[in-house]
């Protein structure tokens, strides 16, 4: 799976708009984009993914760029329980190769009331 | 609907004893990950199985780590000769491969901690 960079941490207020960015340049044509959250001592969590259109779902939105090299994790109203580890992954179509998620180290968002 | 389970929640051992910890994945779910996040670290793949394919076991750090499932439901992940390298949160996942689907949304469940002392 292809390598994303996110920035290590992020800060917000509540009730604020909060995007998460990730970056992907090297994306292949079939990667799906998902995205993970990881509240405190809890596994991780699915947030949602997609692979070329923006996607909306009760928990996030994810805006995908035309070029597919970046995408950002939107989530429309921060509230205390945000509070966590944001993983962005890369995942090919598991009919091809691959099949666990690929962790890397994510952005650590941390919401004030 | 009852999410992944996992058990023990927390688990102390000593130095070279054997440890066991058992996943209770989603009823009809046919894919199960094991996973393990060690202090300060990222999660780190262990183990797969899908249905009654032989498990992708590419993961495992060592010959002392094995993992069973039987019935196409439970899973045990088994340590022999603990080390202290070994304490780390050992999470469960797993997921429904639906037919015309290419990806898949994986549900861990809450873990167990794993202490070697």
């Known amino acids: 799976d292809a390598k994303t960079t996110q920035p290590n941490s992020m800060e917000s207020n509540e009730e604020e708009p909060v995007h998460l960015p990730c970056n992907h340049s090297t994306i292949s044509g079939t990667d799906y984009i998902h995205w993970y959250r990881q509240l405190p001592s809890q596994g991780p969590e699915y947030v949602i993914h997609?692979?070329?259109s923006n996607v909306n779902n009760r928990m996030a939105s994810l805006a995908i760029a035309e070029d597919r090299k970046s995408s950002t994790l939107i989530l429309h109203r921060a509230t205390l329980r945000d509070a966590a580890v944001y993983y962005c992954?890369?995942?090919?179509?598991?009919?091809?190769?691959?099949?666990?998620?690929?962790f890397g180290k994510g952005t650590t968002l941390s919401v004030s009331s | 609907g009852a999410g992944v389970s996992q058990s023990p929640s927390n688990k102390v051992t000593e130095k070279g004893k054997d440890v066991e910890l058992r996943c209770d994945p989603i009823?009809?779910?046919?894919?199960l990950y094991w996973y393990r996040q060690s202090l300060g670290q990222g999660l780190e793949f262990l183990i797969y199985f899908q249905g009654n394919s032989a498990p992708d076991k590419s993961g495992l750090p060592s010959d002392r780590f094995s993992a069973e499932r039987t019935g196409g439901s439970v899973s045990t992940l088994t340590i022999q000769r603990t080390q202290q390298e070994d304490s780390a949160v050992y999470l469960c996942?797993?997921?429904?491969?639906?037919?015309?689907?290419?990806?898949?949304?994986?549900?861990f469940g809450p873990g167990t901690r794993l202490t070697v002392l």
């Open positions: 997609g692979l070329t």
């Open positions: 996942a797993s997921s429904s491969r639906g037919a015309g689907g290419f990806t898949d949304t994986q549900y």
């Open positions: 009823s009809g779910h046919t894919a």
């Open positions: 992954i890369l995942r090919g179509p598991y009919n091809q190769a691959g099949t666990a998620l690929i």
